[in-house]
Each structure stands twice: as structure tokens, then as C-alpha cells.
């Protein structure tokens, strides 16, 4: 039986929400984050070479982070690694991911995912994916994988599913997306019942995705045809001389929410975006208090609700400190109250600190 099964792992992003430790010149993905002894996307890698072909496994990142892949990921190839000459979205990276497998194989079904989330229950995460590789292989469909909210979480974006036309098991048609609503509007969607998060995870054909940009994004209408002259060489590295002008598009927002072809799965695996430090303290296991160490040894005496990450072979001790992230990466130590984003961002920004 012919495999049409691939994958396509974006690791490409900066990861500046979670500065200082993820830097632009080493981001959230290549950390390891929880002290487990692999890095993000290692995880994300093992996760899914589980119940895919490692031939059918491919890796989008900028080219920045080229020496970093290699590093961690030396049993990928050059030809399984997608270059990114710079950042120009989700949208960017999916259609030379979708083009470039395409052209290896006209009836490839594929799987998106992102390199930088906690999947919890790998078993179930195996079960849905499949489930939603064989249901866009059966239908002309793009699918959204969501799961069940535990909380109205103002960081995440939602989806509505389209109760009345069930299509079969937990795969509905979408009804809206929503893009991180205020926490009136989070705490409606989870008591409506009919609203997931977004997790970012996405499958469908090849020739789906392809008939969508061709037909939704203009810029990408004359695009289309070249990269697939272009991926002729079947070499990864030649990369479309179109990506340096092509516009910096997010899929959801160009595609998602425009195609009418587009479904979502209510998925049963534990998940969580490792996105800010205010997921982390909400979706990552923490101590009796409600400390999250992240890979860090630390005596916390009247402390709670802080998020410890410090280097390896450091070591903290404190005292009454409640609801805060003390977080050391190089020559820069921050402390800052865990949900004062604000002044996060500032002191990212910040010229004298910056990278």
C-alpha cells in the first residue's frame, strides 16, 4: 500500500514572547525548556517520526537557524530541510512546503505542525492525526485539528464549530474563527460549548492547499507556477527566487478564514502553545504552590505562582516572591510580574538589551 503520508515541522519562528531565554539568534525551539535533555524541536521531531516515514518528514526554517538543525537533528538530510532565505509567514513556508511535496508526490496528504508545543498524551496525538490525514485524503478539505478549552484563555485563538452539520465523528465544518478574544468573550466561548482553541496544527492534500492560493491569495497566483518549475530540481536549497517578494501572510487570516473548504477535529491530546510566560504558568505541571521550574533547581520558601528558568548548574533561593518569571539566559537576568506582558515587551525592545 503506497504511503501518501507527510509532514511538514515550521521552525522558523523568533520566539521573542518568551525573552530573555529565547532569543533571535536562538529561539524557544532549539531550547530545551524543561530539562528533559531535548530541545523543543527534537520532541516535535520524535513525536511524529513515530507513525511517519523519516523519508516523509520535512523541516522549514530560516536559514539562520540552518547550523542549529543540523546540530540537533543529524539524522535529517539536506534534502528533508526547506530554507527559508527570510521570515515571511506561515503562509510563505506551507506553500513551498505544499509545492516542493507536491512535486515528490502528487497525492501526498499533509501534516503542519508547529515546533514549539507540549503534547501531553502522545498515543492520542498518534490517533488524531491519522484520523486527520485519512479524512482529507477522502475529502477535498482543509482541516484544523482544535481541542476542548479547560479555561477562557485570553492567548489563544478559538474556533467555532458548526454543530447542526456534523460530518463524522468529531470532525465538524467551521463556523468563525476568533484571534485571541477578551476575557468576556473567552469566558462566553467556554461556556458555549461549541468553541475549541486553535491549536495550529493543520492537514490536507497537496492539490488543496495549492487550488486555495491559486484562488485566495492574487499574489500567489503567478507564484504557484514558478515554484513548481522551481521545485523541479527536487533540491530544497533552491529555493524560489519569488520567496524574497512575496508578502509576509499568515495562513489562518489568508486562508483558513477565507476558504470554504475548511474543517476542524475536536482532538483528545493534551496540548498547550508554548508561547508566553503566562501559558507556561497555566499549562505546564507546577508544584503544590503553583511554582513552574523549568528545568531548574530552586528553594522556594512562602513563594507561589512564579516561573523559575535558569541555566544549567544554577541554582535559586527564595523568599516571598509570589506570581512572578525570574529568568536568566547569557548576561541577562530578568524578574518581572508574570502577567505584566507590557513591560516584558519593553524590556525586550529595550536597545540596551535587545537580541
Known amino acids: 500500500m503506497t504511503d501518501n503520508r507527510y509532514c511538514l515541522i515550521l521552525a522558523g519562528g ?6 530573555p531565554i529565547s532569543r533571535t539568534t536562538k529561539p524557544k525551539q532549539f531550547l530545551d525548556l524543561f530539562g528533559t535533555g531535548r530541545t523543543l524541536l527534537q520532541q516535535t521531531y520524535d513525536r511524529v517520526a513515530q507513525f511517519f516515514d523519516p523519508s516523509h518528514i520535512y523541516i522549514s526554517t530560516n536559514v539562520a537557524y540552518l547550523p542549529l538543525v543540523y546540530e540537533q537533528l543529524p539524522e535529517v538530510d539536506d534534502r528533508h530541510i526547506l530554507e527559508e ?9 506551507v506553500a513551498w512546503g505544499s509545492v516542493f511535496i507536491a512535486k515528490q508526490d502528487p497525492q501526498a496528504t499533509l501534516f503542519v505542525t508547529p515546533s514549539d508545543q507540549l503534547i501531553l498524551r502522545e498515543e492520542l496525538y498518534r490517533q488524531d492525526v ?35 452539520k456534523p460530518l463524522s465523528g468529531d470532525i465538524f465544518p467551521v463556523k468563525t474563527f476568533t484571534e485571541k478574544p ?23 492534500s497537496t492539490h488543496v492547499m495549492l487550488d486555495n492560493l491559486f484562488t485566495l491569495v492574487p499574489e500567489y497566483r503567478l507564484e504557484i507556477p514558478r515554484m513548481m518549475m522551481e521545485a523541479e530540481s527536487a ?15 499568515n495562513m489562518d487570516v489568508s486562508i483558513l478564514e477565507r476558504s470554504e473548504h475548511v474543517y476542524v477535529q475536536r482532538c483528545h491530546f493534551g496540548w498547550a502553545d508554548i508561547g508566553t510566560w503566562a501559558s507556561i504558568s497555566k499549562d ?26 535558569l541555566p544549567e548548574g544554577r541554582k535559586a533561593v527564595i523568599k ?36
Not at 523568533?14 to 525573552?19: A, K, V
Not at 532565505?85 to 513556508?93: K, S
Not at 503553583?290 to 528558568?309: D, F, K, P, Q, W
Not at 547569557?330 to 537580541?355: N, Q, S, W, Y
Open 235 to 249: 533540491d530544497p536549497k533552491h529555493v524560489p527566487e519569488s520567496f524574497n517578494v512575496l508578502p509576509n501572510y
Open 182 to 204: 477578551d476575557a468576556h468573550f473567552a469566558d462566553i466561548f467556554l461556556q458555549e460549548g461549541n468553541f475549541l482553541w486553535n491549536t495550529g496544527l493543520l492537514c490536507f
Open 130 to 164: 491519522l484520523a486527520a490525514l485519512q479524512f482529507v485524503g477522502e475529502n477535498d478539505a482543509l482541516l484544523v485539528m482544535g481541542v476542548t478549552p479547560s479555561r477562557p484563555e485570553t492567548g489563544y485563538g478559538y474556533i467555532q464549530t458548526d454543530d447542526d
Open 284 to 309: 505546564v505541571p507546577a508544584d503544590a504552590d503553583e511554582n513552574v521550574l523549568m528545568g531548574t533547581e530552586a528553594y522556594l520558601y512562602e513563594c507561589s505562582g512564579n516561573i523559575i528558568r
Open 320 to 355: 516571598g516572591l509570589n506570581n512572578y518569571v525570574v529568568a536568566e539566559e547569557g548576561e541577562i537576568l530578568m524578574i518581572c510580574p508574570r502577567e505584566d506582558v507590557t513591560a516584558m515587551r519593553r524590556m525586550h525592545t529595550d536597545t540596551k538589551f535587545g537580541g
Open 85 to 93: 532565505p527570510l521570515r515571511r509567514g506561515t503562509l510563505a513556508a
Open 14 to 19: 523568533n520566539g521573542s514572547r518568551l525573552w
